[in-house]
T-cell receptor, first 113, second 111 residues
């Protein structure tokens, strides 16, 4: 399977703990996106990378959130000092060059108790 | 402020009939539009797209229509099949690359 993969698929954590999610994009895709989706809503943009450079961050991305894409391959999204409001599905998508279609992974469902 | 709106939370259609899903947008800078389908516990799957310079794009049973003056697009599925039952998201690309999504429409195709 050469699609976008995400790990873990589910994460339950206690408020105040740190969590890290991983995304592996489709191998030839140089752009990688993170979105967050809550119940009854569509995905909301968080941040995106072109190769290893983080080019845009949403104002939704507070200082507790950080994302990296070392070497322009996989990416990680870390949330520090989690809050209950962080509970959501975190989606990763990748895109090739100037083709506009983004291809999504299965997501990581985060529950903060 | 929602820039992409899907005003119908759900739609129920008989198998074999046409499904029409609608989407409205407010930002005239959007230059590319996409439809995604999502099954439970899966990520959104790309379905079909259309550039703002076109008014129609067709791919098999799926056709997307764009009316720029009305800032409206629609997805037609003909004929509808039970396997089409899913949540459908309309998305728009603005300058740059990020996508702005609507809240989704749940389509149920009855057999």
């Amino acid at each position: 399977d050469t699609g976008v993969s995400q790990d873990p698929r589910h994460k339950i954590t206690k408020r105040g703990q740190n969590v890290t999610f991983r995304c592996d994009p489709i191998s030839e895709h140089n752009r990688l996106y993170w979105y967050r989706q809550t119940l009854g809503q569509g995905p909301e943009f968080l941040t995106y990378f072109q190769n290893e450079a983080q080019l845009e961050k949403s104002r939704l991305l507070s200082d507790r959130f950080s994302a990296e894409r070392p070497k322009g391959s996989f990416s990680t999204l870390e949330i520090q000092r989690t809050e209950q409001g962080d509970s959501a599905m975190y989606l990763c998508a990748s895109q090739r060059g100037h083709v506009y279609e983004q291809y999504f992974g299965p997501g990581t469902r985060l529950t903060v108790t | 402020d929602q820039q992409v709106k899907q005003n119908s939370p759900s739609l129920s259609v008989q198998e074999g009939r046409i499904s029409i899903l609608n989407c409205d947008y407010t930002n005239s800078m959007f230059d590319y539009f996409l439809w995604y389908k999502k099954y439970p516990a899966e990520g959104p799957t790309f379905l079909i797209s259309i550039s703002s310079i076109k008014d129609k794009n067709e791919d098999g049973r799926f056709t997307v229509f764009l009316n720029k003056s009305a800032k409206h697009l629609s997805l037609h599925i003909v004929p509808s099949q039970p396997g089409d039952s899913a949540v459908y998201f309309c998305a728009a690309k603005e300058y740059g690359n990020k996508l702005v999504f609507g809240a989704g429409t749940i389509l149920r195709v009855k057999s």
